[in-house]
T-cell receptor
Framework: EPEVTQTPSHQVTQMGQEVILRCVPI?????FYWYRQILGQKVEFLVS????????KSEIFDDQFSVERPDGSNFTLKIRSTKLEDSAMYFC??????????????FGPGTRLTVT | ELKVEQNPLFLSMQEGKNYTIYCNYS?????LYWYRQDPGKSLESLFV?????AVKQEGRLMASLDTKARLSTLHITAAVHDLSATYFC?????????FGEGTQLTVNP
């Protein structure tokens, strides 16, 4: 069964450094998303991406964040200058509105980001 | 702003018992989602409820949607230990999926 994959599974970085989190969505999906989950808290929406542009973004997704689909398969989240409070699990998700359960979002395994 | 409230947030139950998790949401969205998350793992889609009165069942879990009351329920029948996890409901507005706080379910032998 197709699945969303993410790399790396765990990233440790120093405050102020740039990080890029990578995702490979399910191949025929058209919508892509990033969410984050701070330890012990709920899952929060960051951004959605469709047709090579951002569809929606939350108030969390400030100028430090950017997303890109550099080729036909990868979807990346870049944090320009990491802060301690960026430490969280970051989930990528994808969906296809015309298939199966409408707009059901399939989540990847996550990247645990630790900022020291 | 979307607001999704679940209760209870913590639920400890014995094997074999029944219980219901409640999810109140804020908009007139007619799409409601239930996900399961095991500790340290990703979110697994359980149910997508698309219309008022929708009821879906999978094994010991049954989800329903009342769009007039803006309420969804996840009913657990004859709980088993394997159901121990955190359950999130969520609603969508546009492409944004907003989750509740989650209900941490522990099923004790």
């Amino acid at each position: 069964e197709p699945e969303v994959t993410q790399t790396p599974s765990h990233q440790v970085t120093q405050m102020g450094q740039e990080v890029i989190l990578r995702c490979v969505p399910i191949s025929n999906h058209l919508y892509f998303y990033w969410y984050r989950q701070i330890l012990g808290q709920k899952v929060e929406f960051l951004v959605s991406f469709y047709n090579n542009e951002i569809s929606e973004k939350s108030e969390i997704f400030d100028d430090q964040f950017s997303v890109e689909r550099p080729d036909g398969s990868n979807f990346t989240l870049k944090i320009r200058s990491t802060k301690l409070e960026d430490s969280a699990m970051y989930f990528c998700a994808s969906s296809h509105p015309g298939q199966g359960r409408a707009y059901e979002q399939y989540f990847g395994p996550g990247t645990r980001l630790t900022v020291t | 702003e979307l607001k999704v409230e679940q209760n209870p947030l913590f639920l400890s139950m014995q094997e074999g018992k029944n219980y219901t998790i409640y999810c109140n949401y804020s908009t007139t969205s007619d799409r409601l989602y239930w996900y399961r998350q095991d500790p340290g793992k990703s979110l697994e889609s359980l149910f997508v409820l698309l219309s008022n009165g929708a009821v879906k069942q999978e094994g010991r879990l049954m989800a329903s949607l009342d769009t007039k009351a803006r309420l969804s329920t996840l009913h657990i029948t004859a709980a088993v230990h394997d159901l121990s996890a955190t359950y999130f409901c969520g609603e969508t507005s546009g492409s944004r999926l907003t989750f509740g706080e989650g209900t941490q379910l522990t099923v004790n032998p």
